[in-house]
């Protein structure tokens, strides 16, 4: 083996050297990225899909607002192998009044699925105003094969929903968790 070879086989080497480094970098840099992508979301109230302690305090001071009644209008809409609906189509609340609705879910797969619910809400002004204390949607749910399940939200308005509200509607949209099955 000749000088240059003998050289151009020490540069490679370094090269490979450099290059391994920078592939373990960028690994840790993209393994990192989703911690930061969770904490700078959670920072800056965008993209949540569920809250962090599963629950919303209700404030100590909510007063019950007699004046005014808000019509809650529910949706439920199935991605998947199983029926989900709410087990009623509306409610009238006052602001500031703690209320509890059922959604009904059944899998009509003889296989267990896992779930997520999503929710929506119309008017979009009224998302901030809409305080759910207990959620089906906070968790991720696991359906046994065929199994029918009740599923409560409890909620208030905050008495501070603007006055020209008088109707909000809440979507759920329930659907498979990809990759999550658990087959039997």
């Not at 029926?83 to 009904?104: N, Q």
């Not at 009509?108 to 999503?118: D, G, L, W």
């Not at 696991?142 to 208030?156: C, D, H, I, K, Y």
């Not at 509200?165 to 999550?180: D, P, R």
Request: proline share 7%; hydrophobic share 40%.
């Amino acid at each position: 083996m000749n000088r240059e070879q003998s050289g151009r086989i020490q540069l490679n080497k370094k090269m490979l050297g450099k290059l391994v480094v920078l592939a373990v970098m960028m690994f840790g840099f993209g393994y990192a990225l989703v911690p930061m992508y969770k904490q700078l979301c959670e920072a800056l109230g965008i993209n949540v899909l569920t809250q962090s302690d599963g629950m919303v305090e209700r404030p100590e001071n909510t007063q019950v607002d007699k004046s005014r009644t808000i019509t809650v209008e529910l949706d439920g809409n199935a991605q998947g192998p199983w029926r989900f609906r709410p087990t009623t189509r509306s409610i009238d609340v006052h602001p500031g009044e703690l209320a509890t609705v059922m959604y009904e879910v059944v899998n009509t797969q003889a296989r267990t699925i896992k779930a997520q619910a999503i929710p929506s809400y119309a008017p979009q002004s009224a998302t901030p105003h809409f305080m759910k204390v207990e959620c089906f949607c906070f968790k991720e749910q696991t359906m046994g094969p065929n199994e029918a399940r009740q599923m409560p939200v409890v909620f208030f308005i905050d008495p501070k929903l603007p006055r020209e509200v008088k109707t909000i509607t809440l979507s759920y949209t329930f659907f498979e968790i990809a990759g999550m099955n658990a087959a039997k």
